[in-house]
Structures are given as structure tokens and as C-alpha cells.
């Protein structure tokens, strides 16, 4: 039923959104202390929803920056969702209407599609809007709580705040990771060629967001040779 695949998305929604709240409650102090008004800083988190994608864009605007090179960093850090698009599209059930497949599209995030793509057979996009019902509101919510609080926190508080996402990803990652080698085996190698992008000089130089890109097409594409996983007939599904 779409009701119980809403509910569940809306319960495995929750840890995202508490996530959330923690992570832009930092953009919505930083905001704030940069110059823009409480509503804007509230405004760029409903409309956009990426934490990296909102930092970039914000410390552009400090340094007045163009709208080309606004337009620029914000493909490049964002691309990354192309591919998890791609992912989830083959991830719905084949009769998922454009319509529903475009609004789930505005709520993919690292965390959503994350829980998405570890549900066992087809998902349903409800089960989408019933996470994005609790991420995105967590969303917004941390960054006006950030910007109405100021400068109150001390800087070692928000550091840790600022923290709290990765805490989140280990939580997405771990489970599976337990129960498969080769998630396993995706999550190692991931790390692995991350860690070459920061350590060695000459690919310490490309950007993060052809670093995510890039990680993701080598490990992807080695994981799908050489462990493809057969698709499940459509009666198998997450939700009918």
C-alpha cells in the first residue's frame, strides 16, 4: 500500500532529518553572520536542499562572485545527483508515473537516495516523499534555528554540529556493508580512491565534485562487472 510505504519512509526519514537539523543549523549561523537576512538563508535551504552545493554557494556570494561561476561550482558539486538519479529511476517500479518520479527528484539528497537504494526490491516514490517529508522540513527548520540563534554558540559546538552528517552516512553504510562483502568491498574501494584524490598532489588539485563523480563511475562500474546483481522479477517489490 502507499500508505504504509509513506509511513516507513517517514520512519527512516527521521535520522535524516535530525541529521539535517544539526548540519544546516552551522549554514544558517554562517548565513546570518555573512550578511543575508533570516528569510534568505531560510529560502536557499527549502529551494535547494544539498549542504555542500549551499556552502559553495554562499561563500561565492561573499566574495561577490558571478553568476557564472555560481552556475559552475553548483554543476559541479551537484552532478553527483545525475547519477543517483539514473540509480533510483531503475530503482522505481516501471509504472511510476513521470509526475511522481520528478517530485521524488527534487528530494534527492546523499542520505535519501542512500535509504532508497538499500530497500530490498522496487521502491515506491511514496516511500521517497514520506522521507523527504521529514529531511526537508529538519532541513529547513535547523537553518532558522541557526540564524535566529546567531553567534550564541561557541565555535567548537559547531564544529561538532557541522560533523553530525557523517555520523549519518556510517548509519546508511554500516548495516549493509555487515550483511554483503561486495557493499563491503564498494565501501573500502570508495574510500580508498578518495583518500588517493586528497594524499596525492596531482589529483589533490581536482575539485570535490569530479572526485564524487569520478569515485562513483570506477567503483560503480567495477561493482556491476563483477558483481552484478540479477533484477528481481517486478512482483518482488518494495511496494505494490
Known sequence: MKRESFRKGLRDGVPIGLGYFAVSFTFGMMAVAD????????????????????FAGLEIMVMSGSYWEMALTQLIINLRYCLMSFSLAQKFRRDES????????????????????????????????????VAIPGWVLGTLAGAIS?????????????????????????PPAKQNKAV?????AAMAISTLFKV????????SGF??????????????YF??????????VHES
Open 98 to 133: 513521470l509526475v511522481h518520479r520528478y517530485i521524488a527528484a527534487f528530494g534527492v539528497t546523499d542520505e535519501i537516495f542512500g535509504i532508497s537504494a538499500s530497500q530490498p526490491g522496487k521502491v515506491s516514490a511514496f516511500y521517497n516523499y514520506g522521507a523527504m517529508c
Open 35 to 54: 550578511g543575508l537576512s533570516i528569510w534568505q538563508a531560510v529560502l536557499i535551504s527549502l529551494t535547494n536542499v544539498t549542504s555542500a552545493g549551499q
Open 184 to 188: 563491503l568491498a564498494v565501501v573500502v
Open 227 to 236: 558483481c552484478p546483481i540479477e533484477e528481481k522479477e517486478e512482483e518482488n
Open 150 to 174: 546567531g553567534n550564541l554558540l561557541p565555535d567548537f559546538m559547531m564544529s561538532a554540529l557541522s560533523v553530525a552528517i557523517y555520523g549519518m552516512f556510517l548509519a546508511i553504510i554500516i
Open 211 to 224: 572526485v564524487i563523480i569520478i569515485t562513483t563511475l570506477i567503483v560503480a562500474g567495477a561493482a556491476a
Open 200 to 207: 596525492v598532489p596531482l589529483l589533490s588539485k581536482v575539485s
